[in-house]
């Protein structure tokens, strides 16, 4: 463990050099190795469904469709925040806590960049299937290949200038101490509270950006699930209606997962409300990974298209298979 303490770089006008990632307290050193190795796990299975979704999608031209589009830069923006985070918390309990300055605001850069590609992608998933449901007849004129490349493309650049802003003012300001990071990566909550200066308009100008960037696509998605629960109520056909409410149950259930407990923490953490170092950092990390590692679940394997594509190529695979073990009567009588 490094010897920094809070009170380091008190009397220093330049930015420190390093920062110290505290992650979980009361861990005992002897179960660091245990610990990380638990992450690498999870980054491990983060990483499998999130590249399997775009490689099969990638290599399946019949699901090269606007929704598997969508579906592709989500698994982009899953991977990215777990590769942005998790190999970095892997070392803090492999190797060292210590991460340099650049560094963590390097991180903090990505971790919210791609948290808000997210937001912004869930939003753009809940058009599609409010235009799939409440106007089907004139889904494939407005929801095409090419309208939605250019959202994505759109949601992606705007979601890089908004962090770059964030960070820019974040750096605007002097780290000269303390050093210590209460949480397992940089931030920006955890770090702009390290600053020697007064932060009350980086604080207020960044809440109301992240309230946006929740927000608004949020009340989109309630907006449009509302209009869907009402137009599938309307269905006539039972099982049409139990079938739809089964499709969008799991997807329900990750946006509330992703966007309630981020708007608790964020106004908990602006309004001064204090909760224990190590339930806050399990919290995030729950709505953080969480969603990363199921929405290949819950979006493509759940999805009927890819359902019946992965079984009928491993039904090719096992014909294959089946006829090159099998030894023809020509053979045997040799």
Excluded at 38 to 67: D, H, R, W
Excluded at 137 to 159: D, E, K
Excluded at 160 to 179: D, H, M, Q
Excluded at 247 to 256: E, R, S, V
Aim: proline share 4%; aromatic share 16%; net charge positive.
């Amino acid at each position: 463990m490094s010897i920094y303490t809070e009170t380091l770089y008190k009397n220093s006008t330049a930015n420190i050099p390093e920062f110290v990632l505290e992650g979980f307290t009361g861990i005992p050193a002897k179960y660091y190795g245990l610990v990380g190795t638990f992450f690498f796990f999870i980054y491990l299975m983060l990483a499998s469904g999130n590249v399997f979704i775009l490689v099969f999608v990638a290599c399946e031209k019949s699901l090269q469709k606007p929704t598997y589009i969508i579906f592709c830069n989500l698994a982009i923006s899953d991977l990215g925040f777990g590769t942005t985070t998790l190999p970095g918390i892997i070392a803090k309990y492999w190797m060292s806590e210590i991460i340099s300055f650049n560094g963590c605001f390097t991180q903090m850069y990505f971790v919210h960049y791609f948290g808000t590609c997210t937001s912004f992608l869930m939003a753009l998933m809940a058009l599609d299937r409010f235009v799939a449901i409440c106007n089907p007849l004139r889904y494939p004129v407005l929801i095409t290949h090419t309208t939605i490349v250019i959202l994505c493309s759109v949601l992606w650049i705007v979601s890089l200038l908004i962090l770059g802003v964030i960070t820019a003012y974040t750096l605007s300001v002097p780290y000269c101490g303390p050093n210590i990071i209460r949480h397992c990566y940089c931030d920006h909550s955890s770090v702009r509270n390290l600053a020697c200066a007064d932060i009350t308009a980086i604080k207020d100008t960044t809440f109301a950006i992240a309230m946006t960037v929740l927000w608004g696509p949020l009340f989109y998605i309630i907006f449009s699930y509302v209009a869907i629960i009402i137009s599938v109520m309307k269905i006539s056909n039972k099982g049409g209606r139990y079938k739809a409410f089964l499709t969008c149950t799991p997807q329900l259930f990750i946006i509330c997962l992703y966007y309630l407990p981020r708007t608790f923490v964020y106004i908990a953490f602006n309004v001064g409300f204090r909760v224990e170092s190590n339930l806050r950092i399990a919290v995030v990390m729950m709505y953080s990974l969480f969603p990363s590692l199921i929405n290949p679940l819950i979006y493509c394997f759940r999805t009927k298209e890819i359902k019946e594509t992965l079984t009928k190529k491993l039904k090719q695979r096992q014909v294959r298979l089946s006829s090159a073990f099998t030894i023809s009567p020509e053979v045997l009588c040799m």
